[in-house]
């Protein structure tokens, strides 16, 4: 369903141009969890955020293609990138505290994109609410009456990501992609959001890029790995064989 | 390795303050005496000997400019030193040591912040009476409340760090903790702070001298030069015009010069994945 | 029985207004050894360790701690980044060590070899440097007041993995070399098991487990290290 191919992406915020993402290719297929792995610098980061549409800045340029479904996402309209982003896309950030607004309720969050398209959609209050609580219940926040009322800072930071997930899924995206989500969480916790997630992609068949820093979370979510580095992709193949064999000097260091 | 890249906003800001104290150091070469008066050139235009004309006394109203924003700027820069000393003071203390120490110190501040400083520096002068010295002391304890606020406010953020918790451990001594250790990291405030003081001195000092309670004559500052000059605005306007075209340059250079982002490239965080 | 650098007894501290903070907590750290203290988040173990290096007082309980040696979790944080990294080690030594000050260019030099830095380092900013350098710089600042033992608190959680790995080593080698004893607090199940031979594990302010490295990951006694362990993903 998503294919990027030759994905080159460069910085101009310095004298000279500087590379941050050169010729990565990957593909996910309908289903599919594909993990990106990579240290800090390794333009993980911006690969997703180049696929979700996010890159538009105006000092970096992109080239290459980035297509979902048929969608030309670097070349297209922000109007039409704005209708993919919620509906086809949903985009989950490493930082719950930073990535929800302070001043709303957890439940006006999680409407958020439902709320936006409400003309195109047709939905009344009480359908938005009901379709939220449904999504939140589904991501294992079982109190979602409680929380949907709740501020975020009443809220723990597992509760807040899987919100944030909820969030990311109300409009039932085809692909959902996660920016190291349980980086700032504790490891019990990012254990039950893996296996959310887990649970998500079997039951509803949303394919989910994940990106990390840490192979052992990779290896437990994911069907396929690309590792990179420096802005390049080192290797790329399904978790077994990576962990099995991996061919890189690189990747072995990476396995902890 | 530290490069302090400045950006264009920056720059002619830097230009035009540069342009304004060469103005009044070639002040020193202009051969007409400020307080010479003669009678034949009273309000005459500008003319080549006079660039800016005369006023209604027959002085040079070039040198006069000149003399009378060389007495506003020594004003303002020496209020802004006095105001800079003892904000920076207050602040450092109360941001730091929080608590008591802070409660006390913030309710003079509040207090102090309360009154406009245009009104403080009016009871400072009717107090003390009128003069430059006067006006300097009042524009500069005028200054100190704005200051410690800001300086408080940075200090208390940078205590938090982890560098003087640190520093704390290997017990270095307070005093330089604060002045060593923190105040090289907040130099951006303190520098923009130091700007956006200096052009309200400016206004001020101009103000005051405006209400005859600066400056006294035959001394000039820009504010008695307006003042002055707004008598003669119909028969004479260039009386006002260039003395008022000065002050605005002055002031828009120093606004410019404490507009834009940092002073020092080296310490901003790299944006990286 | 070898000599202890730091006994901790009952020791209890609670926050202000809050019931959080850490309850009666007996520990001690034998000289040359390398002691973890594990936790999750909000467990305590920070505030412990503020307690220990004297950061904040106990309401009870009692410290015996020989000369103590800090390094920060953030790298970032704990240099100042106003000044050259030359200065910054100068200046520990002067208030560190200050009887050593006339010999700081030697002392500097050496202890820039002991945490394998080029000496071209004291010329830059600590922005200027990677992660894996300023934590290097923040070990070599505390090495530089003569500690009998280190705490560190989170000292590789902020860095990428294979950086992590070389630090541990620095931390491992510099034990070897100079029987340093190090109270290593982290989160990271991982980077525990790689590096201490004795672990202490802290749940909402209190021990509620301790043991030989080798045992208790093979072998736990508590229902939350079972947890802890099967959520880390460990191979």
Same mark, same amino acid.
């Given at each position: 369903?998503?294919?990027?191919?030759?994905?080159?992406?460069?910085?101009?915020?310095?004298?000279?141009?500087?590379?941050?993402?050169?010729?990565?290719?990957?593909?996910?297929?309908?289903?599919?969890?594909?993990?990106?792995?990579?240290?800090?610098?390794?333009?993980?980061?911006?690969?997703?955020?180049?696929?979700?549409?996010?890159?538009?800045?105006?000092?970096?340029?992109?080239?290459?293609?980035?297509?979902?479904?048929?969608?030309?996402?670097?070349?297209?309209?922000?109007?039409?990138?704005?209708?993919?982003?919620?509906?086809?896309?949903?985009?989950?950030?490493?930082?719950?505290?930073?990535?929800?607004?302070?001043?709303?309720?957890?439940?006006?969050?999680?409407?958020?994109?439902?709320?936006?398209?409400?003309?195109?959609?047709?939905?009344?209050?009480?359908?938005?609410?009901?379709?939220?609580?449904?999504?939140?219940?589904?991501?294992?926040?079982?109190?979602?009456?409680?929380?949907?009322?709740?501020?975020?800072?009443?809220?723990?930071?597992?509760?807040?990501?899987?919100?944030?997930?909820?969030?990311?899924?109300?409009?039932?995206?085809?692909?959902?992609?996660?920016?190291?989500?349980?980086?700032?969480?504790?490891?019990?916790?990012?254990?039950?959001?893996?296996?959310?997630?887990?649970?998500?992609?079997?039951?509803?068949?949303?394919?989910?890029?994940?990106?990390?820093?840490?192979?052992?979370?990779?290896?437990?979510?994911?069907?396929?790995?690309?590792?990179?580095?420096?802005?390049?992709?080192?290797?790329?193949?399904?978790?077994?064989?990576?962990?099995?064999?991996?061919?890189?000097?690189?990747?072995?260091?990476?396995?902890? | 390795?530290?490069?302090?890249?400045?950006?264009?906003?920056?720059?002619?800001?830097?230009?035009?303050?540069?342009?304004?104290?060469?103005?009044?150091?070639?002040?020193?070469?202009?051969?007409?005496?400020?307080?010479?008066?003669?009678?034949?050139?009273?309000?005459?235009?500008?003319?080549?000997?006079?660039?800016?004309?005369?006023?209604?006394?027959?002085?040079?109203?070039?040198?006069?400019?000149?003399?009378?924003?060389?007495?506003?700027?020594?004003?303002?820069?020496?209020?802004?030193?006095?105001?800079?000393? !003892?904000?920076?003071?207050?602040?450092?203390?109360?941001?730091?040591?929080?608590?008591?120490?802070?409660?006390?110190?913030?309710?003079?501040?509040?207090?102090? !912040?309360?009154?406009?400083?245009?009104?403080?520096?009016?009871?400072?002068?009717?107090? !003390?009476?009128?003069?430059?010295?006067?006006?300097?002391?009042?524009?500069?304890?005028?200054?100190?409340?704005?200051?410690?606020?800001?300086?408080?406010?940075?200090?208390?953020?940078?205590?938090?760090?982890?560098?003087?918790?640190?520093?704390?451990?290997?017990?270095?001594?307070?005093?330089?903790?604060?002045?060593?250790?923190?105040?090289?990291?907040?130099?951006?405030?303190?520098?923009?702070?130091? !700007?956006?003081?200096?052009?309200?001195?400016?206004?001020?000092?101009?103000?005051?001298?405006?209400?005859?309670?600066?400056?006294?004559?035959?001394?000039?500052?820009?504010?008695?030069?307006?003042?002055?000059?707004?008598?003669?605005?119909?028969?004479?306007?260039?009386?006002?015009?260039?003395?008022?075209?000065?002050?605005?340059?002055?002031?828009?250079?120093?606004?410019?010069?404490?507009?834009?982002?940092?002073?020092?490239?080296?310490?901003?965080?790299?944006?990286?994945? | 029985?070898?000599?202890?650098?730091?006994?901790?007894?009952?020791?209890?501290?609670?926050?202000?207004?809050?019931?959080?903070?850490?309850?009666?907590?007996?520990?001690?750290?034998?000289?040359?050894?390398?002691?973890?203290?594990?936790?999750?988040?909000?467990?305590?173990?920070?505030?412990?360790?503020?307690?220990?290096?004297?950061?904040?007082?106990?309401?009870?309980?009692?410290?015996?701690?020989?000369?103590?040696?800090?390094?920060?979790?953030?790298?970032?944080?704990?240099?100042?980044?106003?000044?050259?990294?030359?200065?910054?080690?100068?200046?520990?030594?002067?208030?560190?060590?200050?009887?050593?000050?006339?010999?700081?260019?030697?002392?500097?030099?050496?202890?820039?070899?002991?945490?394998?830095?080029?000496?071209?380092?004291?010329?830059?900013?600590?922005?200027?440097?990677?992660?894996?350098?300023?934590?290097?710089?923040?070990?070599?600042?505390?090495?530089?007041?003569?500690?009998?033992?280190?705490?560190?608190?989170?000292?590789?959680?902020?860095?990428?993995?294979?950086?992590?790995?070389?630090?541990?080593?620095?931390?491992?080698?510099?034990?070897?070399?100079?029987?340093?004893?190090?109270?290593?607090?982290?989160?990271?199940?991982?980077?525990?098991?790689?590096?201490?031979?004795?672990?202490?594990?802290?749940?909402?302010?209190?021990?509620?487990?301790?043991?030989?490295?080798?045992?208790?990951?093979?072998?736990?006694?508590?229902?939350?290290?079972?947890?802890?362990?099967?959520?880390?993903?460990?191979?």
């Amino acid at each position: 369903m998503l294919t990027v191919k030759d994905l080159k992406i460069e910085f101009f915020d310095h004298d000279l141009p500087e590379v941050a993402v050169k010729d990565v290719d990957f593909t996910i297929k309908d289903g599919e969890i594909l993990g990106i792995v990579g240290e800090s610098g390794s333009g993980k980061s911006m690969t997703a955020m180049a696929i979700a549409g996010l890159l538009n800045r105006k000092d970096l340029t992109k080239s290459g293609v980035i297509d979902l479904d048929g969608v030309d996402i670097l070349n297209s309209p922000r109007s039409r990138i704005r209708e993919i982003q919620g509906n086809e896309i949903g985009f989950v950030f490493q930082d719950p505290l930073n990535s929800m607004n302070p001043v709303l309720k957890v439940g006006a969050q999680v409407e958020e994109a439902m709320r936006i398209r409400k003309k195109e959609l047709g939905l009344s209050k009480e359908d938005m609410k009901k379709r939220a609580l449904e999504v939140m219940k589904s991501v294992g926040l079982d109190d979602a009456e409680r929380i949907y009322e709740s501020y975020p800072h009443q809220i723990s930071g597992g509760q807040r990501q899987r919100a944030m997930i909820a969030a990311a899924l109300v409009l039932k995206p085809k692909l959902l992609i996660c920016d190291e989500p349980t980086t700032a969480l504790d490891v019990t916790v990012q254990k039950r959001i893996i296996d959310v997630l887990k649970e998500l992609n079997k039951k509803t068949g949303t394919s989910i890029l994940f990106i990390s820093h840490d192979l052992s979370v990779i290896k437990a979510l994911c069907d396929r790995v690309v590792v990179m580095k420096d802005g390049l992709v080192v290797e790329e193949g399904s978790v077994k064989e990576i962990f099995e064999n991996p061919s890189k000097e690189y990747t072995k260091q990476l396995i902890f | 390795m530290k490069k302090i890249k400045l950006n264009n906003q920056k720059k002619v800001g830097l230009i035009i303050v540069f342009i304004m104290i060469a103005f009044v150091l070639l002040g020193f070469l202009n051969r007409n005496p400020f307080d010479l008066m003669n009678k034949d050139l009273i309000l005459k235009g500008p003319s080549f000997s006079h660039l800016f004309g005369c006023d209604e006394f027959g002085r040079d109203i070039l040198k006069r400019t000149q003399t009378g924003m060389g007495i506003s700027v020594a004003i303002s820069v020496f209020s802004v030193l006095i105001g800079t000393f !003892f904000g920076t003071l207050i602040g450092a203390l109360c941001g730091y040591f929080g608590g008591i120490v802070d409660e006390i110190l913030s309710s003079i501040i509040d207090v102090l !912040f309360a009154v406009p400083s245009l009104l403080l520096a009016l009871v400072f002068v009717s107090l !003390f009476g009128s003069g430059y010295l006067q006006v300097t002391l009042a524009l500069g304890i005028a200054i100190i409340p704005s200051f410690a606020k800001m300086m408080r406010s940075e200090f208390k953020k940078q205590r938090e760090l982890e560098y003087v918790k640190m520093a704390k451990l290997l017990k270095i001594p307070t005093a330089r903790i604060l002045f060593v250790h923190i105040l090289p990291n907040v130099t951006e405030t303190f520098l923009n702070c130091m !700007f956006i003081a200096f052009n309200n001195c400016i206004l001020a000092e101009a103000g005051l001298s405006f209400l005859g309670i600066g400056v006294q004559p035959p001394l000039a500052s820009i504010g008695t030069l307006l003042s002055d000059g707004g008598g003669y605005i119909r028969r004479a306007p260039y009386m006002v015009f260039f003395p008022a075209l000065t002050l605005i340059l002055l002031l828009f250079g120093i606004g410019l010069l404490s507009s834009g982002e940092s002073f020092h490239h080296a310490y901003s965080k790299r944006f990286k994945d | 029985m070898s000599e202890k650098v730091c006994e901790v007894k009952n020791l209890t501290y609670i926050y202000p207004k809050s019931d959080k903070g850490v309850k009666d907590i007996s520990l001690y750290v034998n000289k040359g050894s390398i002691v973890g203290l594990l936790g999750e988040s909000g467990c305590g173990k920070s505030t412990l360790a503020k307690c220990i290096s004297g950061q904040i007082n106990p309401q009870s309980g009692e410290i015996i701690c020989k000369k103590i040696g800090y390094i920060f979790q953030d790298n970032y944080a704990s240099l100042n980044p106003a000044k050259r990294v030359g200065w910054l080690l100068k200046e520990t030594i002067k208030y560190g060590n200050p009887e050593k000050f006339s010999e700081y260019e030697t002392r500097i030099k050496n202890i820039l070899e002991d945490v394998e830095l080029d000496e071209s380092v004291l010329e830059h900013y600590p922005s200027e440097l990677s992660g894996g350098q300023r934590q290097r710089i923040g070990i070599a600042m505390a090495l530089l007041s003569n500690p009998d033992i280190l705490i560190a608190d989170e000292p590789v959680s902020a860095l990428d993995v294979t950086v992590q790995k070389q630090v541990i080593k620095l931390i491992k080698k510099l034990n070897e070399r100079k029987n340093l004893a190090i109270l290593f607090i982290s989160h990271d199940i991982k980077v525990v098991r790689e590096i201490c031979n004795y672990i202490y594990i802290l749940k909402d302010g209190e021990l509620i487990e301790e043991g030989d490295s080798e045992k208790l990951f093979t072998n736990p006694s508590s229902e939350y290290t079972k947890n802890l362990l099967d959520s880390s993903y460990l191979e």
